[in-house]
């Protein structure tokens, strides 16, 4: 029986270490930058003549852009806090939000006084690599939204 553990013992530990995969490489999108780039340049602001948020960015290739989505959250660290998006149904890179669907949508009163919303941009490809793919986020920027 001993004989038979220290003869299995070395081909068990050999075929864990054959059978581990060698991918290790982190999800994300480094592979894909050549055929992707992130919008840039987002700016937010708040208008309040007309109660709305004005967005603005920067798209250096739009030929495979179908649309763009908008997010936006209640928290800088945008992922933790509670999130809303909306496709845009165009190429345009500027947008005009109504203030009460923002906070609505992301659970605050919609006749909040202050308020900061924070936003971020991504494209959706459709080509013949990708079908419908989000790519990667801009850089977030946010809007105070003050109303006193």
Same mark, same amino acid.
């Given at each position: 029986?001993?004989?038979?553990?220290?003869? @299995?013992?070395?081909?068990?530990? =050999? =075929?864990?270490?054959?059978?581990?995969?060698?991918?290790?490489d982190p999800a994300g999108f480094g592979k *894909? !930058?050549? +055929?992707?780039?992130?919008?840039?340049?987002?700016?937010? /602001? +708040? !208008?309040? #003549? $007309?109660?709305?948020?004005?967005?603005?960015?920067?798209?250096?290739? $739009?030929?495979?852009?179908?649309?763009? #989505?908008?997010?936006?959250?209640?928290?800088n660290v945008f992922d933790l806090g509670r999130?809303?998006?909306?496709? $845009?149904?165009?190429?345009? $890179?500027?947008?005009?939000?109504?203030?009460?669907?923002?906070?609505?949508?992301? %659970?605050?009163?919609?006749? =909040?006084?202050?308020?900061?919303? *924070?936003?971020?941009? #991504?494209?959706? *490809?459709?080509? !013949? /690599?990708?079908?419908?793919?989000? %790519?990667?986020?801009?850089?977030?920027?946010?809007? @105070?939204? *003050?109303?006193?």
């Open positions: 029986m001993k004989r038979i553990i220290v003869f @299995l013992a070395p081909a068990l530990i =050999a =075929a864990v270490f054959l059978g581990c995969s060698k991918d290790h *894909y !930058e050549s +055929f992707m780039k992130k919008p840039a340049n987002l700016v937010a /602001t +708040f !208008e309040r #003549s $007309t109660d709305e948020i004005s967005l603005s960015w920067e798209m250096p290739d $739009t030929n495979s852009v179908k649309m763009f #989505s908008v997010a936006w959250s209640d928290s999130r809303s998006s909306e496709f $845009t149904g165009d190429v345009n $890179t500027t947008r005009k939000m109504s203030v009460s669907h923002v906070l609505r949508a992301i %659970g605050q009163p919609a006749n =909040a006084d202050s308020f900061i919303v *924070y936003f971020t941009i #991504s494209a959706l *490809y459709s080509n !013949e /690599t990708f079908n419908e793919f989000v %790519g990667p986020r801009s850089d977030v920027d946010s809007a @105070l939204v *003050y109303k006193k």
